[in-house]
């Protein structure tokens, strides 16, 4: 078996190749720029508007793992060429590929695609995948943590200095990015359980874990216990608006993370955890969150 994987140079995707190494399952990976060897991997020089690149990516692939997508654009156009063209012409390749499965990695933010621009595209690619008559799965993971992640560095950093601002009060459902590459690689070789079938994973804690508790989980993790104030939406605007100022385009705080920060329910549905048969998390959060701390540090991230 062979499969084919979008973005596995970024965090999920370095987590998804580390998974199949251990599995000894061949990946043939897009890549942008040249990469150095890796066990198992077949690098694939190109991106998702490149149809050549895509072409010899699912040549004679048995499945495509499609994890590349936008999280943060400038416009709306930015979200709509990374997560809706791209994940449309990879979709035709496929098909004409003859490519028998296709597992599309989306958000939970998908869920409610009128509160972000991101959102919206998100599941505007969802809808692609859906009516493309391959047999498909679509997986949205909540908040994703874990070595090699830098979306939620700054959150460590805060919660190291004693201080860690969060949304207005909410709950959100979390997971490791190891427990997601399983799942990922999991889904594979299909079946009538999980083909048509969209799934909402997470750690295995019921109803998620509210603000504050993650963020006091956080500062457990670095050793320490933050102040932790919620913020309104419109104090999250106005950060957003001075992250931009300060940062430009590498802004991490934009006005379109804030439409579904400001949201208080990101908690997985239960009635679309994956069957237990097939995938359970294995990461107890509290030993994730140290571990990623552990490994931040050891790195120079902290």
Known sequence: MTIAVTGATGFVGHALLE?????????????????????????VRGHLGDRTALAELVDGAEAVIHVAGVVNAPDPHGFHLG?????????????????????FVSSLAA???????YGESKRHAEKLVMASGLDWSIVRPPAIYGPHDREMLDMFKAARWGVLPMPPPGRTSLIHVRDLARL?????????EVTHKVFEPDDGRDEGWSH??????????????????????????????????????????????????????????????????????????????????????????L
């Open 19 to 43: 998974e199949a190494a251990r599995e000894n399952l061949p990946v043939r990976a897009l890549t942008r720029s040249k990469q150095p060897p890796a066990p198992g991997v077949e690098w």
């Open 83 to 103: 997560n809706v063209e791209g994940t449309m012409k990879l979709v035709e390749q496929a098909l004409a590929e003859g490519v028998p499965r296709f597992v």
């Open 111 to 117: 869920r409610e695609p009128q509160l972000s621009r």
């Open 184 to 192: 990922l690689l999991a889904l594979v070789p299909g079946g009538e």
């Open 212 to 301: 504050r508790e993650l963020a006091r989980t956080i500062g457990w993790a670095v050793g320490r216990r933050p102040w932790v104030p919620h913020l309104s939406k419109p104090a999250l605007e106005r950060m957003a608006r001075l992250d931009k100022a300060l940062r430009g385009r590498k802004a991490k705080l934009t006005l379109d993370r804030v439409g579904y920060m400001a949201h208080p329910d990101w908690v997985s549905s239960p009635k679309l955890h994956p069957p237990a048969d097939l995938w359970e998390a294995q990461v107890p959060t509290r030993e994730g969150m140290k571990a990623t701390a552990a490994w931040y540090r050891k790195h120079g991230w």
